[in-house]
């Protein structure tokens, strides 16, 4: 019986310290992220073409016309659905939704530095000298021909990344890019078959209300290659999911799934 009483103690010990780790856990999974909508799931009606970035709650278009995209697994394919859609072949990184834009262009293509922007109103706005963390997850929009795209896409390209702003914002495409950013992919992101964790830390100098998905720096600025010598469209297009933004160093590591940064940008 003693035995048997102290195997019980051990089991309620082991017990009250998971619920213990549980509770310590709980703030950090349940209050932390900045970014409303943060995996694009919550939508106000299934996605049916392109263009339709602004279902998903809460999320605008900065740039680039009606042209920033939501995918979804309701949406209609070969369209806007996941994992198949006008761009290609793609599970979302969680959930069952993710955006997209253009992220860089040859000139030949479309007007000089034509970009794609998105973004959404922050929970609450920064703290002027408070450090943030951030992270967001890009895949690149593979080479597939796909019924509704069937030639394909030729660039990967660097500077993937956030831009926090104080007020919302709408910039026609022959309008300069603003040539810095508060984190972003100081590498050229190639990977087309799983998604990439961008992130990075920055010291809030104003009270940001918003943040910004993009490629925010000119073609001088920006490394670009064909990475698919036979693709059609001369642009580089990229799927966007999980943007965090916390104060909590830790916070958007454990959402992300990873436990170490991929690239940093300060």
Request: charged share 15%; proline share 6%; with cysteine.
């Amino acid at each position: 019986a003693l035995v048997h009483l102290h195997e019980q103690d051990q089991r309620n010990m082991r017990s009250a310290l998971l619920l213990s780790c549980l509770l310590l856990l709980a703030p950090r999974l349940c209050a932390q992220n900045l970014v409303p909508n943060w995996s694009f799931e919550e939508i106000s009606e299934c996605p049916t073409e392109l263009g339709q970035v602004e279902l998903a709650t809460g999320w605008l278009i900065f740039r680039g016309g009606e042209s920033c995209d939501l995918f979804h697994t309701c949406g209609t394919s070969p369209w806007a659905s996941v994992p198949g859609n006008f761009f290609g072949h793609q599970g979302s990184a969680s959930g069952n939704a993710y955006a997209g834009g253009v992220f860089y262009s040859a000139s030949e293509a479309w007007p000089y530095v034509f970009r794609e922007y998105f973004g959404i109103e922050l929970e609450q706005p920064l703290v002027i000298g408070q450090q943030y963390h951030a992270n967001f997850k890009v895949s690149r929009a593979p080479e597939d021909k796909t019924p509704a795209s069937p030639g394909g896409l030729r660039y990967a390209c660097n500077n993937l990344g956030l831009l926090f702003s104080t007020e919302y914002f709408f910039q026609y495409d022959l309008e300069p890019a603003p040539g810095y950013a508060h984190v972003r992919a100081v590498q050229v992101v190639e990977d087309s078959l799983n998604w990439t964790l961008i992130s990075g830390s920055f010291i809030a100098d104003s009270a940001y209300r918003y943040v910004v998905v993009g490629n925010f720096f000119n073609d001088e600025e920006t490394d670009a290659f064909v990475a698919n010598p036979e693709g059609y469209w001369n642009l580089a297009y990229y799927f966007v999911d999980d943007v965090c933004i916390s104060p909590d160093p830790l916070y958007c590591t454990l959402l992300s799934g990873v436990h170490e940064a991929v690239d940093k940008h300060f």
